[in-house]
């Protein structure tokens, strides 16, 4: 995952982690877990980020979600 593309992401929709993720349903802490590379995003979390950030491209998806380790 590229941590950074998504804070990018959310940074153009004025989120930040913690009103991300209220929005997707999940704590703060979590959501800096999954940020961090310790835990996962499970698919219907992706999918509502997506969703929320207006990420419909299946190329830009895979450039923050499919790429890897977290940086």
């Known amino acids: 995952m590229n941590k950074w593309k ?3 992401a959310m ?3 004025g989120y930040r982690q913690k009103s991300l ?6 704590s703060k802490n ?4 999954k940020m961090n ?4 995003f499970r698919l ?5 980020i997506c969703g929320i ?3 419909e491209k299946p ?9 890897g380790r977290s940086q």
């Open 37 to 40: 590379g310790k835990s996962s």
């Open 11 to 13: 940074g153009e929709k």
């Open 59 to 67: 190329e830009d998806k895979g450039a923050i979600f499919l790429n």
């Open 21 to 26: 993720a209220a929005a997707i349903g999940i």
């Open 44 to 48: 219907d979390e992706v999918d509502k």
């Open 53 to 55: 950030l207006g990420i």
């Open 30 to 33: 979590s959501f800096s877990h």
């Open 6 to 8: 998504l804070f990018c």
